[in-house]
């Protein structure tokens, strides 16, 4: 079945513009996670959903970021008023169910990111 | 907080054995996570350990995890030039659902 997917695979954008990254998790998966992962860094968490609710946005850099996933399914992370300091690769991952659980649900899948571009 | 450390770069011979190696911080860790990335490819999950497991052997995978000093290691058996990728080694607390990476290890394999 298909993975993860995100839009756009590339964003380039002036500094002080709104962005709007898209995830299409896999299908079924009630878990939905943003990350960003900056040049030479590993992916740094952001923000979970369990479902329709963000379980957790203590990731979340500052009030420009904001993220939905209105029916559970497909999720949009928004930045406003864009920096170039926001300028990385922001992925998308789905599970069956939140890590910590039994370990054949935990398995996070990744998606192939989106690299942002501030300039 | 929670860290995740690994070294930066290991380069090996096709047909040698690698061994990346990780350090981590916090003692509630539950899973421990290997995964690699492909340059413009996502994060591909290798293997995961559970902490009440010292070894777990999947291939060519073997992942040796020693929790009193919080050392994991993954052992990649008969390198071949198509494992040449950035490993993350990563971790979640118990119930957590946040993974915590270190910055990728960088695999060169020499034919």
């Known amino acids: 079945g298909a993975g993860v997917s995100q839009t756009p695979s590339n964003k380039v954008t002036e500094k002080g513009k709104y962005v709007e990254l898209r995830c299409d998790p896999i299908?079924?998966?009630?878990?939905l996670y943003w990350y960003r992962q900056s040049l030479g860094q590993g992916p740094e968490f952001l923000i979970y959903?369990?479902?329709?609710?963000?379980?957790?946005d203590s990731g979340l850099p500052n009030d420009r970021f904001f993220a939905v996933r209105p029916e559970g399914s497909v999720s949009t992370l928004k930045i406003q008023r864009t920096e170039r300091g926001d300028s990385a690769v922001y992925l998308c991952?789905?599970?069956?169910?939140?890590?910590?659980?039994?370990?054949?649900?935990?398995?996070?899948?990744f998606g192939p990111g989106t690299r942002l571009t501030v300039l | 907080g929670e860290d995740v450390e690994q070294s930066l770069f290991l380069s090996v011979r096709e047909g040698d054995s690698s061994v990346i190696n990780c350090t981590y911080t916090?003692?509630?860790?539950?899973?421990l996570y290997w995964y690699n990335q492909e340059p413009g490819a996502g994060l591909q999950l290798l293997t995961y350990?559970?902490?009440?497991?010292d070894m777990k052997q999947d291939q060519r995978l073997t992942v040796l995890l020693n929790k009193k000093d919080k050392h994991l290691s993954l052992r990649i058996a008969d390198t071949q030039t198509g494992d040449s990728a950035i490993y993350f080694c990563?971790?979640?607390?118990?119930?957590?659902?946040?993974?915590?990476f270190g910055k990728g290890t960088k695999l060169s394999v020499i034919p």
């Open positions: 350990i559970f902490s009440n497991m």
């Open positions: 991952a789905s599970s069956l169910r939140v890590v910590g659980a039994a370990s054949g649900d935990n398995e996070q899948f």
């Open positions: 959903f369990q479902g329709t609710g963000a379980a957790d």
């Open positions: 299908s079924g998966h009630t878990a």
């Open positions: 990563a971790e979640a607390g118990a119930g957590s659902y946040q993974l915590t």
């Open positions: 916090d003692s509630s860790s539950t899973y």
